[in-house]
């Protein structure tokens, strides 16, 4: 029996209208009457996504920062989060210019280094074309998780602690719920989410979704622009 739903938000449950569809809705909320926890999976911030839960609620917790901060949004209060050290960050801070980074706190994004200098930084994301290769492997060297996210055009090299990804974060929230990760389905479309594909066995990743998560999981469905979480969700309630 399916008692959690995890779904990447960009490229996976918004269309390129950057809408839920209205049918997609109605099957979580479908869902989520039969007891079953949605979970969404993002690397932005976690308002983002409660601006879409305003008009329909939808959601019940919000793994946001590819894990570093973990929102219960029926309590309304981050209930985890993990930063980068400050000894990462002034490594970091030897090899890179401001120009092209974006620091995140658990609310907030910043682009001047001297903004964040007094506050917890949770994701750092460097724009690569702003990057030699010799700077890419120094950064490399630092401990940490690391992703690339591709937007606009652009690839950005996605930084958090190494103690956290997308899939510890589910893991946290199956745990306080007692959910083991047999019960747990798992619809992805990022590399950010490749921790969730190869430690969750019920994983779908949609047609659009990056290579290597294509090639993490056998099972597929469509793309974002034609409902592939309302696809998964109808099939999982058959």
Known sequence: MIKMIVSSFYNTLINEEEAIPTSTMLEIDEARQKGILFVVATNRLYQEILDYNKDFPFVDYIISLN???????????????????????????TIVEDKGITYYTEEQAYHNRKEIEE????????????????????????KGNFS?????????????????????GADQIALKHNISLKELVVIAGNESDYTLVTNIENSYVVDNSDKCIKASSKKKTFSNNQKGVENVLKMIKK
Do not use: P, Q, W
Not at 158 to 164: F, L, R
């Open 67 to 93: 894990g570093s901060c973990l929102y219960d949004v029926k309590k309304a209060k981050i209930i985890y989060k993990k930063k980068i050290t400050l000894t990462n960050r002034k490594k970091l801070s």
């Open 148 to 168: 690339i996210l591709r937007k606009n055009k652009k690839k950005y090299l996605e930084i958090t602690t190494s103690k956290v990804n997308m899939f510890t």
């Open 119 to 142: 506050k917890d930084i949770y994701k750092i994301e460097i724009d690569l074309s702003e990057l030699d290769e010799k700077k890419i492997e120094e950064i490399k060297k630092i």
